[in-house]
């Protein structure tokens, strides 16, 4: 979720100017897992000193503020002959706002100052349930650290201490630590997201949460770091490194032995230097959503009950494109063919194969998890019932709910898998959906509405991207073919067209719309033009060529809801009982829209596929699609807060727009 990273050595074995450019390197690769807060973490032979800031890190090292601070622990180290650690942080805003100093990182608590990178999910349930902890901030992490600090003030050694924190914790943890009593730094994991690399002599080492950091900080032009050969942390175990003598110790997290190490103490003062006004952010990533009454938006369903839908699925007269026959039944369901499937043989094969190509025991391949239920259930296929070893990517682009991130983090977490999450500039996503939106909304049509959308497509380009960095020939997709919604390109004028992706002509035909709009609308000429054609580069021009889950074995919703409720406890929303689109934070609106203008959704959509495929009955599709079509009230007030809208503005613009039904 986060990048974290540091340097462990000996000032006599280290140039100062290496050590400084080596601190620049790392926090600019760490930042593609995190871009809205940074920190950093020195620790002196008499303090541990800190700073962070609600930057982004590559502003936060321009800062006059850092350069201040870095030439100072600088300065301190190299007066000293005894090894140090520095430690930094690149953070993506998950548990606690950035504006509150005290969830950034690093989080100091209860002696101890760490660096996190993951979600520990039953974080509420471990601040009731231990009496003595001392809530004073947001951000998870805290708990760990009381949980660790606590242990320790009880005089138990730090193996134990590691292992008991951990066997309570559930979700994703690696994290540096240290203390103010204790020589020593730990580096932990509970998924294997934390590599280290030292040098022959072993008198450094460099830690990273992705092993492609540390491969392109040993490339870093001019720094000549001694090369060494990096390793994986493996899940669930931890490093214990005594900074006098640079001594490691390894351990199991999951062990149960009584073996315990002993740790040479060292009282150090810990140090929080972040000058006052570096404490503000200029961006909340997590801004109060108004709790209004928007019961005046609901939406009549009389009118939309009354409109001719197929008697064999449940698409309205309004879906672009539709025709009824004589009987009643739409062309969509008359030119539906079954969807074929490959069948658990060939895909047990293919997973074969991915295993075979293993190399040293590392990952066989690339898996996309957004937090969705179809790529958590999905991950949990590829685990448990093929025996993959994936490494999890997820691309965020500030539009994945907390939601979605935690039950990242608890299939993470559980299958032990690491988890490589790419994050976009959120703050720009952001402005750039607002720019979209606030335009759309002067000049409404449906066949626009993808354009809000659009800032999520880049997904395709950085999976493509890590595959090629982390040398993994094969990308697995858990996409759900019933999942198809051709209304969208309908509205745009574009029939629907069969396979994963839109043929030539679609294409050009949407390119063509597309292009017509933005004339017709000068408002959509705005500062995401950019991010727009990259994200129509990416979804049209670039390979799409992945391992579906789906293509191989059917989808079936009671054995995913089953899997991931039961096995997982994996969290649902507050304002829907249905578990899809829960973790994407723009559906809630969009299907709004839809439902409210033209009187189906997505849900339609979807309910209808699944009877065409004979897996649904057309009473129980009617039945769920109308209790899937309510207003998410919750989900749209949040929507409109981060990207910077007043949820009632929009809905009442939403509300007078005319409908493609009498009412």
Not at 447 to 475: R, V
């Amino acid at each position: 979720m986060c990048g974290i990273f540091g340097v462990i050595a000996d000032p006599r074995d280290l140039p100062r100017e290496r050590l400084e450019r080596a601190v620049e390197s790392l926090f600019l690769l760490s930042e593609t897992r995190g871009k809205e807060s940074a920190g950093i973490a020195a620790v002196l032979p008499e303090a541990i000193s800190f700073q962070k800031s609600p930057i982004r890190p590559k502003y936060f090292l321009r800062s006059a503020h850092f350069r201040a601070f870095l030439d100072q622990s600088l300065s301190a180290i190299y007066r000293s002959p005894r090894p140090f650690a520095l430690l930094g942080h690149s953070r993506l805003v998950t548990n606690g706002a950035q504006n509150v100093h005290a969830n950034n990182q690093p989080v100091l608590s209860r002696g101890v100052l760490g660096v996190h990178n993951g979600i520990i999910v039953n974080d509420e349930a471990l601040w009731r349930t231990s009496n003595d902890l001392v809530r004073q901030a947001e951000v998870d992490t805290e708990v760990m650290l009381q949980l660790i600090g606590s242990e320790l003030a009880r005089g138990t050694g730090p193996v134990r201490t590691l292992r008991e924190t951990f066997r309570k914790i559930v979700g994703t943890v690696s994290t540096a630590l240290v203390f103010d009593s204790l020589d020593c730094i730990v580096l932990a994991t509970n998924n294997g997201s934390l590599y280290t690399v030292q040098d022959a002599s072993n008198r450094s080492l460099v830690f990273a949460s992705e092993r492609y950091i540390l491969e392109a900080f040993q490339r870093t032009k001019g720094l000549d770091w001694p090369m060494g050969l990096i390793q994986q942390i493996p899940a669930e175990d931890a490093l214990i490194i005594e900074l006098g003598a640079l001594r490691i110790h390894r351990v199991d997290l999951h062990g149960t032995g009584s073996e315990e190490i002993s740790i040479p103490g060292r009282r150090r003062e810990l140090r929080d230097e972040t000058p006052a006004d570096a404490r503000e952010a200029a961006f909340n990533s997590a801004p109060a959503v108004p709790r209004g009454n928007f019961s005046c938006f609901e939406i009549d369903p009389a009118p939309i009950s009354a409109l001719k839908r197929c008697k064999r699925c449940i698409l309205p007269e309004t879906v672009p494109f539709i025709a009824f026959d004589v009987n009643g039944v739409c062309n969509f369901c008359n030119s539906h063919t079954p969807h074929r499937y490959r069948g658990r043989e060939a895909l047990e094969a293919a997973a074969e194969k991915l295993k075979a190509a293993r190399r040293n025991g590392g990952a066989d391949c690339l898996f996309t998890l957004s937090g969705g239920r179809d790529s958590s259930y999905g991950l949990h296929y590829a685990v448990r019932e093929l025996g993959l070893k994936p490494v999890a990517y997820t691309y965020d682009w500030g539009m994945i709910t907390d939601l979605a991130r935690r039950n990242q983090a608890r299939m993470c977490g559980a299958l032990k898998v690491e988890h490589i999450l790419v994050s976009a500039d959120i703050a720009e996503k952001r402005a750039n959906i607002r720019r979209n939106v606030s335009a759309w909304l002067q000049q409404p049509v449906l066949g626009m509405i993808p354009l809000f959308m659009a800032g999520d497509k880049q997904y395709f380009y950085y999976a493509n991207d890590l595959g090629k960095k982390l040398g993994l020939e094969t990308t697995v997709l858990a996409s759900n073919p019933l999942e198809k919604t051709h209304f969208k390109a309908g509205f745009c004028g574009v029939p629907p067209t069969l396979g994963h992706r839109p043929s030539s002509l679609a294409q050009a035909r949407m390119a063509a719309y597309y292009g017509l709009n933005f004339l017709r609308n000068p408002r959509y000429l705005n500062r995401s033009l950019f991010d727009t054609a990259g994200a129509f580069a990416s979804y049209y021009f670039i390979k799409h060529q992945y391992l579906r889950l789906f293509d191989y074995v059917p989808w079936v919703e009671d054995d995913v809801n089953g899997t991931l409720l039961g096995g997982y406890d994996w969290e649902t929303a507050s304002d829907t009982k249905s578990t899809w689109r829960i973790g994407d934070g723009t559906a809630a609106f969009y299907n709004y829209i839809y439902y409210r203008v033209a009187g189906f959704s997505e849900n339609d959509t979807f309910r209808s596929n699944q009877i065409r495929e004979g897996v649904m009955d057309r009473e129980r599709a009617l039945r769920l699609s109308e209790s899937e079509n309510a207003p998410r009230f919750d989900s749209i007030a949040w929507y409109c807060s981060v990207i910077g809208l007043e949820p009632t503005e929009v809905l009442s613009a939403i509300s007078n727009i005319p409908t493609l039904y009498s009412r």
